[in-house]
């Protein structure tokens, strides 16, 4: 479709609907006015037509040669009906026409014909000029005669005519009243939409400040303006959040770079150190080094997940097959602390997912939940499916989230508890890297914790690939 402006096209549309009406309200009216008239006409001849047959059934079709009062009504009939009167006797002798150019001579058509010899009661037709009445005239059972009366349909047409051109010019006039009243509503119902368009430019170019007002205008433009600000806000958030994650990832980079360079300051400046407290030493930064290539793996997981989420490796895959292997790859480390650590599965799962990045997101459900647990607690995974989704569970009987903190888990390098984080060698970045799969799988996790009582987080993942 072409590019054209909204306004053009209500205007458009709406002409077009305006003049189409006005054609068929003209069509039907002329239309309808012409019946009426020319209806009319008809009733109007064959009243008269009757008035005549009724005399001369009863003083007979001669006697109209001799009643001149008769012969005066038939001539003021031809000329009310701008048409022609025709007394026909029983021998095809036209007794009287009121044109006078056949009155004495015989008359032989089909249609006089059948009337006189009884095969039709009476005959009426219309031309494109006229209309034709023909009606016998009975003398006691026979048919002694008939009358043909012709009134013309010119002057109705014409009556039609001038109608309809009227009609034509006031539908001209409103259908111009009526653009005009469109073109304001047009020029109106697009204002604020213009007013959006132009705030949407001042966003583009980084104003993230600027809201539309959100009780203004037509319903449609409020919720606009709603669904606008709520996007500017998410603009904002993010825009937040980026600066928070720059400077987030600068300092845990930092952090244990910091720490390797007293580390060996340390033993720099001291002359008298040994072998063990360079042993010792060593091996602090060692472990420094390890937590960075901990939390830059992190990093790059997160960062393809997020680039990649249009490249998934999506295959057909047995999910139970696939949970067995992460509680089987999780249970030493539940085990270290003696939590219990379950799976059921209440029916057989098939998917199109990810097996790598899947597990990965689930693996580090699990891992937390042995994490933040309570030694001999509990971890309960379960798996469920319906025709459209497959849900998968984990709860576990740890320390909870605090109501505050349940909307930022999510965040990248955010920690509950920073200290408890650090002792479990934590990043920050495994529920981020989760929600990024999951989201990459069309799917959704859901978080219910209450503080000191446990956490559970639901999975919700479509079984066939969109």
Excluded at 109 to 125: C, F, H, P
Excluded at 153 to 182: G, K, Y
């Amino acid at each position: 479709m072409k590019k054209i402006r909204i306004k053009t096209f209500v205007l458009l549309s709406v002409s077009m609907l305006i003049a189409v009406s006005l054609l068929i309200v003209v069509c039907i009216s002329g239309f309808i006015f012409k019946r009426n008239l020319i209806t009319g006409v008809k009733e109007d001849t064959l009243a008269r037509l009757t008035d005549v047959k009724s005399f001369l059934e009863n003083e007979g079709v001669d006697a109209i040669q001799s009643d001149l009062s008769m012969q005066y009504r038939v001539n003021d009939d031809a000329e009310y009906l701008r048409g022609r009167v025709m007394v026909i006797n029983g021998s095809y002798q036209i007794l009287t026409d009121t044109s006078d150019k056949a009155e004495g001579s015989y008359i032989i058509s089909d249609n006089v014909i059948k009337v006189m010899k009884g095969e039709a009661r009476s005959i009426q037709y219309d031309t494109d000029t006229e209309t034709v009445y023909i009606y016998p005239v009975r003398a006691g059972s026979n048919v002694g005669g008939a009358i043909l009366y012709r009134a013309s349909l010119l002057p109705a047409n014409e009556h039609v005519n001038s109608m309809f051109r009227m009609i034509l010019v006031v539908a001209l006039i409103v259908f111009l009243i009526d653009a005009i009243i469109v073109i304001a509503i047009s020029r109106r119902s697009v204002k604020d939409i213009n007013d959006i368009n132009e705030k949407i430019m001042h966003t583009a170019l980084g104003n993230l400040t600027e809201r539309l007002p959100e009780n203004e205008g037509f319903i449609e433009i409020q919720v606009l303006a709603e669904n606008y600000n709520e996007v500017l806000e998410k603009l904002a958030t993010i825009d937040q959040t980026r600066s928070e994650f720059v400077s987030n990832v600068s300092h845990e980079l930092k952090t244990p770079i910091t720490s390797m360079k007293v580390l060996a300051e340390s033993l720099t400046q001291n002359e008298n150190a040994t072998a063990e407290d360079y042993k010792e030493f060593m091996t602090d930064i060692v472990d420094e080094i390890d937590r960075e290539t901990k939390i830059i793996n992190d990093l790059l997981t997160l960062v393809r997940t997020d680039s990649n989420s249009n490249e998934m490796n999506m295959e057909e895959t047995d999910v139970v097959e696939m949970m067995e292997t992460i509680i089987k790859t999780v249970k030493p480390l539940a085990n270290q602390r003696e939590i219990d650590l379950s799976f059921e599965s209440y029916r057989e799962v098939k998917a199109d997912v990810d097996v790598v990045k899947l597990s990965l997101a689930i693996s580090n459900l699990i891992e937390n939940a042995v994490k933040y647990n309570v030694d001999n607690g509990w971890i309960k995974c379960s798996l469920n499916a319906d025709h459209k989704y497959f849900y998968i569970k984990v709860a576990d009987s740890g320390v909870g989230i605090p109501e505050d903190a349940k909307d930022r888990v999510f965040e990248r390098f955010y920690r509950v508890d920073k200290a408890r984080s650090r002792d479990t060698g934590g990043t920050g970045l495994g529920l981020s890297i989760t929600r990024s799969i999951i989201n990459a799988h069309k799917g959704t996790i859901k978080l219910y914790s209450e503080s000191g009582k446990g956490t559970t987080f639901s999975v919700r993942i479509p079984l066939k690939k969109s």
